[in-house]
């Protein structure tokens, strides 16, 4: 009867022991922020200066919220009043990219997003007369200090794409 006793008491402490080290530790959320996908969109992170149609403008683009999301600052060419924002963030739901962009003009856009191609891109559909119109974001030529990002239209579903802007990137120093 001692021994069964002595038992009992030293599967209690080693339970107790367990449970008294899980709550030193709690368990850390996973949010997905760390996943290879998630990173896909780092090699914009970065101060830029932004060229296109012979104006220079600049964009800031940082990773916020603990890494899960990107902000992109954007601040419109010398005497253009355009001043936008963008949250990035990979939706581990889905398994895409989401992206919100708002502006001072009262703009407002949504898109989905991905690698396709091998190029970053993001993409959505509208209605416009009637039609659907696929505008989608690409960027391309990406190096450490430049990239090149296109907006594009597509009146066919994407089989013909009509650029609409480019904009050569520069790395700020």
Known sequence: MRSLCLVAVIAAALVAASFSAR??????????????ESKQLD?????????????????????VLDGCAILE???????????????????TATKQWKQTWVDNTGGYLDFNGG??????????????????????MVWRDVKTDTLTW???????????WKTLWEIAYKRLP
């Not at 914009?44 to 800031?60: A, C, F, I, P, Q």
């Not at 296109?150 to 013909?160: C, F, P, R, V």
């Open 23 to 36: 709550a030193q530790t709690p368990p850390q959320p996973k949010y997905g922020c760390d996943s290879p």
């Open 43 to 63: 090699f914009w992170v970065g101060e830029w200066e932004l060229t296109y149609g012979g104006m220079k403008s600049r964009n800031r683009i940082t990773k």
């Open 73 to 91: 600052e954007f601040s419109g060419a010398p005497g253009s009043k355009l001043d936008g924002r963008s949250f990035s963030q990979f939706d």
């Open 115 to 136: 690698i396709v191609e091998g190029q970053m891109q993001f993409w959505r559909d509208v209605q416009k007369d009637g039609k659907k119109i696929r505008s989608r």
């Open 150 to 160: 296109l907006w594009q239209s597509s009146a066919d579903e994407g089989k013909t």
